[in-house]
């Protein structure tokens, strides 16, 4: 049973984020901790991570959301939910503040973006799409194997849910990717694999994905040992992995083990020419693959460049400009 504890928030709500493709744009986290249990969240490496079917939920935020914004000189132009959490998570609770401050945000024609894999209620799916100009969507997907996604995701929405939603906000006209985060080597990265999920993609609107594999830290491999029960898929799962295990590569929260370079190269490569013949555009996440890619795996999605409006001076008269020694 999910377990919600309800705290006030001590720190600042719109936070900027370390991870790169975040730099742009302020971050909202509304817990600490996600309900929805995968099995491979980097976030499990966190000194605030609460444990398994746990979260704290931050009920102040709306209030000081609003007091922020009063006090700032400039609004964002949109706001990112959330680097380490997720803003359509199973409980009450969390998605009530959730929509209170998206509809807050929309209020004051600030944009949102977001990574999901949970299910959004309709009503909310139904704001988004009346919005769809302050509306950026990615919805992560890893696999069309309800078996698989049940396994890693326990608590998400199935894969058929996910598809749903993202075809609804294509509909409605919301910018909308995929993120297939994390590819989970000998398990959802054969090229048949590949073949249904970017094919059933496509069949839903999408256009563009990122893309990303599994990595492992301590927390993470713990995760997985006590949640794969299938142990012959484990070991396979990670045995893709060099040892011994930790390179020492950092990514500011623990250290992290990846597959070797040629291995990943590789299996990008196999993404992006099978996501092609579906008319799909991939990119690889830089944050965690430095060593062979670059630029943003566009998180936040994209946005108008801000118009600068032309400063307006008053007119002078004329003979006012002629006492400056300049002409009309």
């Not at 980097?42 to 991570?49: K, P, T, V």
């Not at 609004?75 to 997720?86: G, I, T």
């Not at 906000?169 to 990265?189: K, M």
Request: charged fraction near 20%.
């Amino acid at each position: 049973m999910a377990t919600v504890v309800r705290a006030g928030r001590k720190s600042a709500v719109l936070t900027p984020s370390s991870l790169p493709c975040l730099s742009a744009m302020p971050t909202i986290n509304l817990t600490a901790g996600c309900l929805h249990g995968c099995l491979y969240c980097y976030a499990r490496s966190y000194r605030q991570f609460p444990g398994d079917g746990k979260v704290v939920l931050y009920e102040n935020t709306l209030d000081m959301l609003r007091d922020e914004l009063a006090r700032r000189r400039t609004k964002p132009q949109a706001v990112y939910f959330s680097p380490s959490s997720d803003l359509f998570q199973p409980a009450p609770e969390v998605l009530e503040l959730g929509e209170a401050i998206i509809r807050f945000l929309f209020s004051k024609g600030i944009g949102v973006a977001f990574l999901t894999k949970g299910y959004i209620p309709d009503h909310v799916l139904a704001l988004l799409s009346d919005h769809a100009e302050l509306v950026r969507a990615q919805v992560g997907i890893i696999t069309l194997d309800e078996s698989i996604a049940r396994t890693f995701e326990p608590n998400a929405a199935g894969p058929e849910r996910r598809l749903a939603q993202i075809e609804a906000l294509v509909r409605a006209g919301v910018p909308t990717e995929a993120r297939i985060d994390p590819i989970l080597p000998t398990v959802t990265d054969s090229p048949e694999t590949t073949e249904r999920l970017f094919a059933a993609l496509a069949d839903v609107g999408v256009k563009r994905a990122a893309v990303d594999v599994l990595f492992l830290r301590p927390a993470i491999v713990q995760s997985l040992r006590r949640g794969v029960p299938d142990k012959q898929m484990l070991a396979r799962l990670l045995g893709a992995f060099p040892r011994p295990s930790p390179t020492g590569e950092s990514t500011g929260k623990a250290s992290s083990q990846k597959l070797p370079l040629e291995v990943r190269r590789e299996m990008f490569a196999v993404m992006r020419d099978v996501a092609a013949a579906h008319g799909i555009e991939v990119s690889v996440c830089a944050c965690e693959n430095p060593d062979l890619a670059h630029g943003s795996c566009n998180i936040t999605g994209r946005w108008p460049k801000p118009s600068v409006r032309p400063v307006q001076f008053p007119l002078l008269p004329a003979e006012n400009l002629a006492h400056e020694g300049r002409s009309p």
